[in-house]
């Protein structure tokens, strides 16, 4: 079964490297014309090479309510739709126990990893998907779905954000589908401080799949999800973690 996006406008935020990168990718080789957002532009311009023709960026920080209306109405005024937006971008300055953050790093996360993927939905279904319908994706974690010693607050941020699909979802249907994907630990530079230096084999051997995730492996998950073959699947949060979840404990 081909997954097929012709004639769609996506948008990704952290689109520029890792996962979003990879989703982009993804997304324009279905023949969906795409937009890219991330911090740095000439991040995005390499990115945007990269990726292939059609492909446009805009600089935005996704925390940032003004930056990403600007960005919404450049994919507006460049590509004249916005069917797709994937909230890909995160952060994750604070690692450590829950009790023992502070408030301005707690802020910022909860800035980035939640109050941002609903302002830029919310701009997504005023500009467009209100009147014509569309796919949100929220990148979430299987962070949130577990407790964790050292990622507490990316994780709590990462558990509303699944919530907060599972309400869209019931807010924004029949026009618009909502969905999200937890991805295990996938090899991308946001992630190195939990796989390099052998932790990741030691990750690794514990998944049932015996790897770890690459950002491909969460581009398809996205693809399916954006799809018209999932025209039928609405408030889901998608696991892409080689099993990670249902390893067996040493």
Avoid at 113 to 124: D, I
Avoid at 200 to 216: D, I
């Amino acid at each position: 079964m081909e997954l097929r996006l012709d004639g769609k406008v996506a948008l990704i935020t952290g689109g520029s490297r890792g996962i979003g990168k990879a989703v982009a990718k993804a997304f324009h080789d279905a023949g969906a014309k795409v937009m890219i957002s991330a911090r740095k532009a000439d991040e995005l311009v390499r990115a945007a090479q990269e990726i292939g023709p059609d492909v446009a960026y805009c600089a935005a920080n996704a925390g940032d309510p003004e930056q990403a209306e600007a960005c919404v109405k450049l994919t507006m005024e460049r590509f004249g739709a916005l069917d797709v937006l994937v909230n890909n971008a995160a952060t994750n300055p604070y690692a450590g126990p829950l009790v023992d953050v502070d408030l301005p790093r707690f802020d910022k996360t909860v800035q980035v990893n939640l109050r941002g993927p609903l302002v830029w939905t919310q701009l997504a279904w005023r500009y467009w998907m209100k009147e014509h319908g569309g796919v949100v994706l929220n990148v979430s974690s299987v962070g949130g779905l577990q407790v964790s010693p050292l990622l507490g607050v990316y994780n709590v941020t990462k558990a509303a954000l699944i919530h907060m699909t599972r309400q869209l979802a019931a807010e924004l249907g029949p026009r618009v589908r909502v969905n999200a994907i937890a991805p295990g630990l996938v090899q991308t530079d946001f992630a190195r401080l939990l796989w390099e230096e052998g932790r990741g084999e030691l990750v690794a051997e514990r998944y049932p799949l015996k790897r770890l995730g690459r950002p491909e492996d969460v581009a398809s998950a996205a693809l399916y999800l954006a799809s018209d073959v999932a025209s039928w699947v609405t408030g889901h949060t998608l696991v892409v973690d080689g099993g990670g979840l249902v390893a067996l404990p040493f």
